[in-house]
């Protein structure tokens, strides 16, 4: 079975500090991991996705995350928070061999940055 | 371009009510998927179409919840006799699943029910 872990239920970082949402998962297979955000009475809104190759992946508004597959991890990083950054972020996996098309998604991380 | 809709954005119903909750995926987008957040269970899949195969209901909580998608397209998820525990946002998520499993899904904004 796949699962996802964000072990840290709530984040808050200083206005232009970095910002690391941590994130682990277990697979049998080889993972497709995904970064989501949720803003308010908004729907999922996606940020970037490991699929192979380069361990780190850059994606929109400045993210970035790394794929650790010796430490199972995917933590999504930006260098500097910007108050707008305050969301909930959702890291999620896809075993496409075991599970198919269905993602699994970590219990969420509210992100509070500080002006 | 337009991306995934959902109505109504909110719902409230009486316990024992049959609901239907309405999904208009991205033109295009093959795969379409049915997910609920509650507070209690987080984020959770529910069902998903893929083009004409059979549909993955392996998500479905109970016998009281059934989806269909009509002409590959809009998509319905009927909840018969709510239960309070049913209250959650249900959100639909549609994607250009070529195969593999490396699409990325696109969500819509949800549809928040509340059973009372």
């Known amino acids: 079975a796949q699962s996802v872990a964000q072990p840290e239920d709530q984040v808050n970082v200083a206005e232009g500090n970095p910002l690391t949402v941590k994130c682990t998962y277990s697979?049998?297979?080889?993972?497709?991991l995904f970064w989501y955000v949720q803003y308010p009475n908004r729907g999922l809104q996606f940020l970037l996705k490991?699929?192979?190759?380069?361990?780190l992946v850059k994606g929109s508004y400045g993210f970035e995350a790394e794929f650790n597959k010796s430490q199972t991890s995917f933590h999504l990083k930006k260098p500097s928070a910007l108050v707008s950054d305050s969301a909930l972020y959702f890291c999620?996996?896809?075993?496409?061999?075991?599970?198919?098309?269905?993602?699994?998604f970590g219990g969420g991380t509210r992100v509070l940055v500080k002006p | 371009g337009a991306g995934v809709s959902q109505s109504p954005s909110n719902k409230v119903t009486e316990k024992g009510k049959d609901v239907e909750l309405r999904c208009d995926p991205i033109?295009?987008?093959?795969?379409l998927y049915w997910y609920r957040q509650s507070l209690g269970q987080g984020l959770e899949f529910l069902i998903y179409?893929?083009?004409?195969?059979?549909?993955?209901k392996s998500g479905l909580p109970s016998d009281r919840f059934s989806a269909e998608r009509t002409g590959g397209s809009v998509s319905t998820l009927t909840i018969q006799r709510t239960q309070q525990e049913d209250s959650a946002v249900y959100l639909c998520?549609?994607?250009?699943?070529f195969g593999g499993g490396t699409d990325t899904q696109y969500f819509g904004p949800g549809t928040r029910l509340t059973v009372l």
């Open positions: 490991y699929i192979t190759g380069d361990n």
């Open positions: 179409f893929q083009g004409n195969s059979a549909p993955d």
């Open positions: 999620a996996v896809r075993d496409f061999v075991a599970a198919g098309n269905k993602l699994t």
């Open positions: 697979v049998s297979g080889n993972p497709y």
């Open positions: 998520a549609s994607s250009l699943a």
């Open positions: 033109s295009g987008h093959t795969a």
